[in-house]
């Protein structure tokens, strides 16, 4: 590796760690509705929560042989519509447009196929750290 090559990496490293330091603390509903068994790993062996929560990712060790410190699922615009893909119920039918769905008052994600894009929402109350 030439001196070119280790000046590049050093860049990259120096990215990636500004990356890390930047991460927000998921919301509530990102991190409990997400079902322990789906849980992807996003730490190593004894993360405290403060250090997972700092990279970004959800904190739970109330659940034993899953990890503890895991990716959170994806922020939507509004925390009712946020929720494993298994979990929606269908407000719609296929290619519904986003603004039949908003006028239906019902969420929309387009993101993944042969699922509902346009879904009912859930309530926030059951969402907690």
Known sequence: MGPRDAQLLAVLLVLGLCALAGAEKP???QCSRMSPHNRKNCGFPGITSDQCFDNGCCF????GGVPWCFHPLPNQESEQCVMEVSARTNCGYPGISPEECASRKCCF???IFEVPWCFFPKSVEDCHY
């Open 27 to 29: 919301s509530p509903c």
């Open 60 to 63: 739970d060790s109330t659940v």
């Open 109 to 111: 994600s387009n993101l």
